[in-house]
């Protein structure tokens, strides 16, 4: 994994801690490749953060997530509002242009508007992929994109 800036570092654990479960601040020492990232070892869920645009990277960090058989979560803080990609291990996909929301106290990325993708669930047992909105309606669904932004300006001004 490339260096990041410490202030990077620091978002991606403030990430990991709202995501929940174990974590591993240092999984470079039983996987090699991981520095610079956080580890959720409940649910094989590797986090890394940088300031690259939209794509920049995805092979390489793909390769890194493939050779430990772990799901990644990607998050840019190169404009003004996180966007976040997930590879999936098991299916070897890329899912790209997220944007995270909160809902009944969970941790959701959605897809962008123009494409058809899932939504996925992140928490301590790992991603879970659902092809229906957790939103009962569009008003709730920009609520818990506004709830999720607050805490992503902090992230964006520290990383």
Request: charged share 20%.
């Amino acid at each position: 994994m490339p260096w990041i800036k410490a202030a990077t570092h620091r978002a991606i654990m403030m990430l990991a801690a709202d995501i929940g479960g174990q974590i591993d601040f240092s999984p470079e020492r039983r996987f090699h490749g991981t520095q610079h990232a956080v580890l959720l070892g409940g649910a094989n869920l590797l986090i890394v953060g940088t300031r690259t645009g939209s794509n920049i990277g995805l092979y390489d960090f793909g390769a890194i997530a493939r050779r430990h058989a772990m799901d990644l979560l990607v998050a840019r803080f190169s404009g003004p509002v996180a966007a976040y990609d997930i590879y999936r291990c098991k299916d070897d996909q890329w899912f790209t242009g997220y944007q995270r929301a909160w809902f009944k106290d969970r941790f959701w990325l959605c897809p962008p508007d123009d494409v058809d993708q899932p939504f996925i669930l992140a928490h301590r047992r790992g991603l879970q992929f659902s092809s229906h909105a957790p939103f009962p309606d569009a008003r709730r669904f920009e609520a818990g994109l506004s709830l999720a932004a607050q805490t992503s300006t902090q992230w964006q001004e520290a990383a």
